[in-house]
């Protein structure tokens, strides 16, 4: 369980952080799978959660795990970026999923070079695999990137 979130000096309950660590969780993973069970599980009414969804603050905790969750993502994106530059196979779908993590949770100053050359890299569609390799534009700012996260 992490830390509840606070403003203007009101904190969370227990109850209510369980409640937004769950509504963090992707819809498929939560356990029980309904508001309703959940507010069962936990010895509270649905009225109750409905309730609750209207303070700033459970959405405040929300967020706060769900960046992160993202945050934890980045290292995951570097080996994507690392091992597409090695694989032909799906190379595109991997570069574009990793650029979309490191534009949402990596470090803008650190990772800005890395995702302009991540979209300009498909812009000349006559560029092979082989051009690419010899120019190996990203090297450099990924060995950067994984340096300031160690």
């Known amino acids: 369980m992490t830390l509840p979130a606070v403003r203007n000096n009101r904190i969370l309950t227990t109850d209510q952080v369980l409640y937004a660590e769950w509504l963090a969780l992707p819809t498929m993973e939560r356990s029980p799978r309904s508001k309703d069970a959940f507010a069962a599980t936990i010895g509270v009414s649905p009225p109750t959660l409905y309730n609750w969804e209207k303070l700033p603050e459970l959405w405040d905790h929300r967020d706060s795990i769900l960046r992160q969750y993202g945050k934890d993502l980045v290292p995951l994106a570097m080996r994507v970026i690392k091992q597409s530059l090695q694989q032909t196979e799906n190379r595109k779908v991997a570069l574009d999923a990793a650029r979309d993590v490191l534009s949402r949770f990596a470090d803008p100053a650190r ?25 190996n534009p990203v090297e450099g700012v990924v060995q950067e990137i994984e340096d300031a996260a160690d």
């Open 111 to 135: 990772t800005a070079k890395l995702i302009v050359t991540l979209q300009d890299m498909y812009r000349n569609p006559h560029e092979t695999e082989q051009q690419f390799r010899e120019s």
